[in-house]
């Protein structure tokens, strides 16, 4: 698998590429970034479907992850201070970084820009951030103004849609809100480290009965007002599995997860800071200026687990605020889509369901 340079210090991007489908002259590319503990081998399934759909997919590997450039230690130095400044200059040097990947993706492998004619579009990049992966993607559009002018105006001619893909609370800049309104294990003393990493992979893979009418009166409301409050919300919503899920065998991850990299860098970015993530997130949703021809397509798994419920539930209420205030027009576009019947790992258990769902919204 190929590695792109993202930097003059020699750092690397490892990625997957399922290549140009044979029989579509213009197809959308689709760039495909994983979470927390899998690497981008956790969307390997998708690729067999992915020409019968016009899909060309990069599965592409963060830092860390892959064959991708590892942190150096005084790189996740800056995730152990207090300072914001530090914090968030990580942050805007790893979507360089992935600003980088896309431009010299593009340049070097006859990308089909996006084209619009009556109504509808052809070709162009769409950005798919899954779970904790998303971490970047408010980011991205929020510090995009202080990208090289040359790899904004050479992405602008080919972004179209940014697909974030059953988002939990932190990368989004959520409030955890207390215990006894969304509980969670990891923030309960009683359960232990063992503990904790024995439901760890059943939790990711779990199904869980969280499709309520009130889980759809949450992702179908139209105003503000329809939403049903964080505390209604998010006490309906259980956060065990509904049984011992049957995908829960190791073996068939073989070689696709990053044990060491979660702890060493995936956590501490997932939870950077709560104030950055909601400002950039607050950014992205109400300022376009940078890559104005951008949606937003939300993708909410129906019977995935409470963190990432919450999260969706929580961007869903931020769109809705803000539909109060802006009216101006300058707002960017977004949809919710529901994934029905789907848990947190769709795209690996029901891929063939899930690259047709990608090419219909990105």
Same mark, same amino acid.
């Given at each position: 698998?190929?590695?792109?340079?993202?930097?003059?210090?020699?750092?690397?991007?490892?990625?997957?590429?399922?290549?140009?489908?044979?029989?579509?002259?213009?197809?959308?590319?689709?760039?495909?970034?994983?979470?927390?503990?899998?690497?981008?081998?956790?969307?390997?399934?998708?690729?067999?479907?992915?020409?019968?759909?016009?899909?060309?997919?990069?599965?592409?590997?963060?830092?860390?992850?892959?064959?991708?450039?590892?942190?150096?230690?005084?790189?996740?130095?800056?995730?152990?201070? #207090?300072?914001?400044?530090?914090?968030? $200059? %990580? =942050?805007?040097?790893? @979507?360089?970084? *992935?600003?980088?990947?896309?431009?010299?993706?593009?340049?070097?492998?006859?990308?089909?820009?996006?084209?619009?004619?009556?109504?509808?579009?052809?070709?162009?990049?769409?950005?798919?951030?899954?779970?904790?992966?998303?971490?970047?993607?408010?980011?991205?559009?929020?510090?995009?103004?202080?990208?090289?002018?040359?790899?904004?105006?050479?992405?602008?001619?080919?972004?179209?849609?940014?697909?974030?893909?059953?988002?939990?609370?932190?990368?989004?800049?959520?409030?955890?809100?207390?215990?006894?309104?969304?509980?969670?294990?990891?923030?309960?003393?009683?359960? #232990?480290?063992?503990?904790?990493?024995? $439901? %760890? =992979?059943?939790?990711? @893979?779990?199904? *869980?009965?969280?499709?309520?009418?009130?889980?759809?009166?949450?992702?179908?409301?139209?105003?503000?007002?329809?939403?049903?409050?964080?505390?209604?919300?998010?006490?309906?919503?259980?956060?065990?599995?509904?049984?011992?899920?049957?995908?829960?065998?190791?073996?068939?991850?073989?070689?696709?997860?990053?044990?060491?990299?979660?702890?060493?860098?995936?956590?501490?970015?997932?939870?950077?800071?709560?104030?950055?993530?909601?400002?950039?997130?607050?950014?992205?949703?109400?300022?376009?200026?940078?890559?104005?021809?951008?949606?937003?397509?939300?993708?909410?798994?129906?019977?995935?687990?409470?963190?990432?419920?919450?999260?969706?539930?929580?961007?869903?209420?931020?769109?809705?605020?803000?539909?109060?205030?802006?009216?101006?027009?300058?707002?960017?576009?977004?949809?919710?889509?529901?994934?029905?019947?789907?848990?947190?790992?769709?795209?690996?258990?029901?891929?063939?369901?899930?690259?047709?769902?990608?090419?219909?919204?990105?």
């Amino acid at each position: 698998m190929p590695l792109a340079p993202v930097d003059t210090h020699g750092t690397q991007l490892h990625y997957e590429d399922s290549g140009a489908p044979l029989e579509v002259v213009t197809y959308t590319t689709l760039v495909l970034l994983h979470g927390v503990y899998f690497n981008s081998g956790i969307f390997r399934p998708l690729i067999p479907y992915a020409a019968e759909n016009g899909l060309r997919l990069v599965l592409l590997n963060g830092r860390d992850n892959g064959e991708s450039t590892s942190f150096t230690d005084d790189e996740l130095k800056s995730l152990a201070v #207090t300072s914001r400044e530090e914090r968030e $200059a %990580f =942050l805007k040097r790893r @979507v360089h970084e *992935y600003a980088s990947f896309l431009r010299w993706y593009v340049e070097n492998e006859d990308t089909p820009l996006l084209e619009e004619a009556n109504g509808n579009r052809t070709g162009g990049v769409s950005l798919v951030m899954w779970s904790g992966g998303n971490g970047y993607g408010p980011a991205f559009f929020a510090y995009a103004d202080t990208f090289p002018a040359h790899t904004r105006q050479v992405l602008q001619k080919y972004l179209r849609s940014y697909v974030i893909y059953d988002a939990p609370m932190y990368p989004l800049g959520l409030p955890h809100p207390p215990q006894d309104e969304l509980y969670s294990p990891t923030r309960d003393p009683t359960w #232990t480290r063992e503990r904790l990493q024995a $439901a %760890f =992979l059943p939790g990711l @893979v779990g199904h *869980y009965s969280n499709d309520t009418p009130l889980f759809y009166r949450a992702f179908n409301a139209t105003s503000f007002t329809d939403l049903p409050s964080r505390r209604e919300f998010c006490t309906a919503l259980k956060w065990q599995p509904d049984s011992e899920p049957a995908e829960t065998d190791p073996s068939q991850f073989d070689g696709i997860t990053e044990a060491a990299a979660l702890h060493r860098s995936a956590v501490p970015i997932l939870v950077l800071g709560e104030e950055i993530c909601s400002e950039n997130t607050k950014k992205m949703l109400s300022d376009r200026k940078n890559f104005p021809k951008v949606t937003l397509e939300c993708v909410v798994a129906s019977r995935g687990m409470s963190e990432t419920i919450y999260g969706m539930y929580g961007l869903k209420r931020m769109l809705l605020e803000r539909d109060l205030e802006e009216k101006d027009g300058e707002v960017r576009e977004a949809r919710f889509h529901i994934l029905e019947g789907a848990n947190h790992m769709w795209h690996w258990l029901k891929p063939k369901e899930t690259a047709a769902l990608f090419a219909k919204i990105a």
